[in-house]
């Protein structure tokens, strides 16, 4: 069985910084793609991804404040976040998706931002 195990998440000033962390535990092979997401009481929104190969792409709103990174040794996605604003507020998720299209979700983390 495979799970997602989230830590990171707190609260924190505006301004401040954070960095999730997303390990993958299980029996888990051919990692594809791995993401953040954050969920807001109006959306799901996707924040970022790296492929296996390292390519990266970012939502315009974090783009220059956030960088993902992975060790895919350890089956681990990171999310560094720095200048938080209050908009950055969320319950975020990570995401593992395989090479056979089978998806994984981590269980959330709690990110608040006060201004």
């Known amino acids: 069985q495979v799970q997602l195990v989230e830590s990171g998440g707190g609260l924190v000033q505006s301004g401040g910084s954070l960095r999730l962390s997303c390990a993958a535990s299980?029996?888990?092979?051919?990692?594809?793609?791995m993401a953040w997401y954050r969920q807001t009481p109006r959306q799901r929104e996707s924040v970022a991804v790296v492929t296996s190969g390292g390519s990266t792409n970012y939502a315009d709103s974090v783009q220059g404040r956030f960088t993902i990174s992975r060790d895919s040794a350890k089956n681990t996605v990171y999310l560094e976040m720095n200048n938080l604003k209050p908009e950055d507020t969320a319950v975020y998720y990570c995401k593992v998706t395989t090479f056979y299209q089978r998806a994984y979700w981590g269980q959330g983390t709690q990110v608040t931002v006060s201004s």
């Open positions: 299980g029996t888990i092979s051919n990692i594809n793609t």
